[in-house]
């Protein structure tokens, strides 16, 4: 059972290394104007620390574009609150207009608070929500100063 564990949080480890290395470039190289952007996560309506939070465009077109560049994806990752804000590379500057898939990914870190109850709710992020062709969820970030998101319930 443990060994289980350890394999499933590799793959888990890998699936999200490959997420951002996907569209890693380091900067935002598609030229294109960002907004700030802020949301919220709830699982099973409880906030959770550590939920990687990545941006796949819906316009097929850009999202092409992207992976044929090497174009960063926008990404937070939430807080204790489950709050994140959206930026490319680590920066929080935002994304470009438009809409966009939301991918999950979780995986408890050492020494975030109760880690018992975070692995509980961190066992509903499937690997339903850790693919742009199968997540629920979809946001839409628009040409103001400031987008904050509706809050992303995962049941």
Known sequence: ?????????????FALVVILTSGCAGENKSGLPRYKAHGKLLVKGKPLEGVQV?????DAAREKENEANHIARPSGLTDAEGNFTLGISGDDKGAPAGEYKVVLTYHAQRGMG??????KLGSAITSQYGNPKT???QV??????????????VP
């Open 135 to 137: 997540t629920p969820f």
């Open 54 to 58: 990545v941006l796949f465009s819906t």
């Open 114 to 119: 109760n880690t018992h109850t975070g692995s």
């Open 140 to 153: 839409k970030i628009g040409e103001g100063p400031d987008n904050e998101l509706p809050t992303i319930k």
């Open 1 to 13: 059972m443990v060994r289980a564990l350890r394999v499933a949080r590799l793959v888990g480890l």
